[in-house]
């Protein structure tokens, strides 16, 4: 891709930001043991990431990274991170540099102790420690700055990424109209990741003079696209380019989901709560203005189709019974999750194969669903999601 072949290998080539990379390169520069750690926030595609990898490269560490929001429970952050402590003694030779990324991604009560793990890390490391979040405003969040020195990335101006686009565009002989570059850059949103993706689209389409909703990928092809993903950056890439609305995103893969007939129903609940998690954070970018947190909804819709070999769906499914379906699904999988440590089986293989027979089993036995229910501790939805299942057969 073009984000890939166009990467800073050197810090003063990155885009807007100045004053915040010159802050990185001295850190780094003059990092001694005892030293605090880095934190850089600030919005996606903005150069937090590449900032530090390129002043590794230059001043000759080697970067050793991990995404905190992958490993948010401290047993998962001690298996990922202790054996670089007990083993540094083994790279005498060789500069380390440990990268947290999106450690704003450790969050919820279940995750406090993976906070705590971080904080212990970055006060007792013997190597350069450097973290980037998205967000600035979470209390756990406070700790960390506490102990670091926090380095504000912002978005990149429109007319700095339109002169950016510019030259890209020369470098590479694409003749892209003066006014789609600017259009490419304001839609950006000061990121700069996204505008080369932008570009790159527009780069393998024909042009003529003006941008269209097709060319920046706000039509069916578009979701197309992003049902075919294979990898996760290839889907989240795709998901940016995508001109629509973030609920019209969520409405039409959770479609697209609700209707796929090749995926098990454990999929399809997998998927379903990917999309509910992703709908939550709707609700909260909407209730406080926190668009940062749009990385994180495309992360999960991402979740939902990546490698599913899902297809577009035009659904004409009512909302309140695709409501239902959705209840259902999640439903359904806090039965799998239940019953598949007491029956020694997968939780596939309930969803498919037992709940059916549970369902028939109960059709003419009642009293023995009431037991059924009691001895698992479900309620009236476990009862209904199997009346369902019944009324199937």
């Excluded at 906070?115 to 190597?127: G, K, P, Q, R, Y």
Aim: proline share 3%; hydrophobic share 40%; with cysteine.
């Amino acid at each position: 891709m073009l984000t890939e072949r166009l990467r800073p290998e050197k810090i003063a080539q990155l885009v807007g930001n100045e004053q915040a990379r010159l802050e990185v390169f001295k850190w780094l520069k003059h990092w001694k043991t005892g030293s605090k750690s880095l934190l850089l926030t600030g919005p996606p595609g903005v150069g937090k990431s590449t900032s530090i990898y390129a002043v590794a490269s230059e001043l000759g560490y080697t970067v050793l990274e991990y995404n905190a929001s992958d490993v948010r429970t401290r047993e998962r952050l001690r298996e990922a991170l202790s054996p670089t402590l007990e083993n540094a003694s083994l790279f005498n030779e060789e500069k380390l540099l440990v990268f947290l990324d999106e450690v704003d991604g450790i969050s919820g009560r279940a995750d406090y102790a993976g906070m705590d793990f971080v904080l212990d890390f970055i006060e007792n490391a013997t190597m350069p420690v450097a973290m980037a979040a998205n967000l600035e405003d979470t209390q756990k969040l406070k700790k960390i700055e506490q102990k670091s020195l926090v380095v504000r990335f912002s978005s990149v101006p429109v007319d700095v990424l339109t002169i950016y686009l510019r030259a890209v565009s020369l470098k590479e002989d694409l003749e892209i109209p003066e006014d789609l570059l600017e259009k490419i850059a304001r839609n950006s949103r000061g990121d700069a990741r996204q505008a080369i993706n932008s570009l790159q689209t527009v780069s393998g389409k024909k042009i003529v003079g003006s941008l269209t909703d097709h060319q920046f990928m706000s039509d069916s092809s578009a979701l197309d696209a992003v049902m075919k993903a294979q990898t996760m950056p290839e889907c989240l890439s795709l998901l940016r380019q995508y001109d629509a609305q973030p609920y019209d995103k969520i409405r039409a893969i959770f479609d697209s989901v609700v209707s796929a007939k090749n995926l098990s129903l454990e999929s399809k609940v997998e998927s379903l709560e990917a999309i509910s998690q992703a709908d939550m954070i709707l609700g909260k970018i909407q209730k406080r203005q926190s668009w940062r947190l749009l990385r994180y909804l495309d992360r999960y819709l991402a979740d939902a189709v990546v490698s599913k070999k899902i297809s577009r769906a035009d659904s004409s499914i009512p909302w309140n019974l695709r409501l239902a379906i959705w209840n259902d699904g999640k439903v359904v999988k806090q039965m799998a999750e239940a019953l598949s440590e007491e029956y020694h089986v997968g939780k596939s293989a309930i969803a498919s194969f037992y709940l059916p027979f549970f369902a028939l089993y109960f059709k003419y036995r009642p009293a023995a669903l009431e037991r059924f229910i009691e001895k698992n501790n479900f309620g009236d939805s476990e009862k209904r999601v199997l009346a369902k299942l019944t009324a199937k057969k």
